[in-house]
């Protein structure tokens, strides 16, 4: 009978979507509150962004967003990201003097999301942007800021992977092809099949060293040696200035971060105009989080990380049990006094105190607390 009402009540909400129970909930205030501290102790402002905005058509998510139409006919959509609200912002307000370092917290809904394991329809994300900035030093701090979060999760063993979407897009456009063809060509990059890359460079005339280059795009994965091995594919100036730059990044980055590479990572390689990076835990296969640089995506220099709240939880482990108050104050005044000192207090509702014991027994509550001293739980 109790899992059928368990069953019942699944259905009153829409999947993808799900109840936080005060364990939980807890858990996302704090770590939500932690993130918030650190990224302000770096000097990033809060900004708040609409949860609804109008509908367009040329937004990234714009087939998977939910749309809902307003008493004047427009049609809106709930807020499916947060990059492009805040290039928005950044478009339309004035933000002050250049560089511009934000940050935000918020719920995204996606209509057609797969749901699944650290996948929903509605989530939550915490991250930062910087605006009007673009340089080696401002993306090694966000890598170093992104590493940081992750040790206030209690996930300082996660590993950040660092990609660099520009080099991909410098060796795919040295071959000079229709855009058709690149854009398979990025397919089998991404996707990392070799045989099906080596097929398509053949059948459209990439030959020599720039075929041999974007054959070894799969396998540029692992520490430091894999920008030697990416240097020696640097076919193009264009190529050889972005992993200069990369370098320089890499330099930058304080004692103790040491990312992945990952330079075949070829996913929205039109959209990042230098690294792209994400992380991972060994025993949690999505990405914790992701960012990079964007510049020229609306503005003229953007980059920034977005953490999956859900996602980071899930791999630190949930909370086993819901926080337990210090004391349950019998009346008023004492409540006030035992709060002024710094305690989490209850107030009893009822003067029973059998029933009072009983409640505090259950809770874990180790002192009942009135004006003329504790009682014995």
Do not use: C
Not at 13 to 41: K, M, S, V
């Amino acid at each position: 009978m109790e899992r059928d009402a368990r069953e019942e009540a699944r259905n009153v909400i829409p999947e993808g979507t799900r109840y936080y129970l005060p364990p939980e909930a807890q858990a996302r205030l704090q770590l939500t509150a932690r993130w918030r501290e650190l990224f302000a102790a770096w000097g990033y402002a809060p900004v708040e962004l609409p949860a609804l905005e109008i509908f367009d058509p040329a937004h990234p998510l714009a087939e998977r967003a939910f749309k809902l139409v307003d008493k004047s006919g427009r049609v809106l959509a709930l807020r499916s990201e947060f990059t492009t609200a805040l290039v928005r912002m950044a478009q339309t307000q004035d933000l002050g003097p250049a560089p511009q370092r934000l940050q935000y917290a918020g719920r995204l809904w996606l209509r057609d999301s797969e749901v699944g394991l650290g996948r929903m329809r509605e989530f939550a994300q915490v991250g930062v942007e910087v605006f009007g900035a673009s340089s080696p030093r401002i993306d090694a701090e966000l890598i170093a800021l992104a590493a940081e979060a992750l040790a206030a999760a209690g996930l300082a063993g996660a590993r950040i992977e660092v990609g660099l979407p520009a080099f991909v897009a410098d060796l795919l456009d040295a071959t000079g092809l229709e855009p058709e063809p690149v854009r398979r060509l990025h397919a089998a990059i991404d996707r990392k099949n070799t045989p099906e890359l080596a097929e398509r460079l053949e059948r459209y005339g990439v030959r020599g060293a720039l075929a041999e280059a974007l054959l070894a795009l799969p396998d540029l994965f692992g520490g430091r040696e894999v920008l030697a091995a990416a240097r020696r594919h640097a076919v193009s100036e264009r190529a050889r200035i972005d992993l200069d730059w990369l370098e320089e990044v890499l330099a930058l980055l304080p004692a103790g971060v040491e990312p992945l590479f990952d330079l075949g990572m070829a996913r929205a390689y039109d959209y990042y105009s230098g690294i792209h990076f994400r992380a991972y835990t060994p025993d949690f296969g999505l990405p914790l989080l992701g960012g990079g640089r964007y510049d020229g995506a609306g503005v003229p220099f953007a980059a920034g990380f977005a953490l999956g709240l859900e996602r980071v939880l899930e791999a630190a482990g949930r909370p086993a049990a819901a926080p337990v108050p210090d004391a349950l104050a019998l009346d008023a005044a004492t409540a006030r006094a035992l709060r002024a000192q710094g305690l989490v207090v209850e107030l009893a509702w009822t003067d029973d105190l059998d029933e009072l014991r009983a409640y505090a027994h259950a809770r874990g509550i180790p002192r009942i607390a009135g004006p003329e001293g504790e009682v014995r739980p």
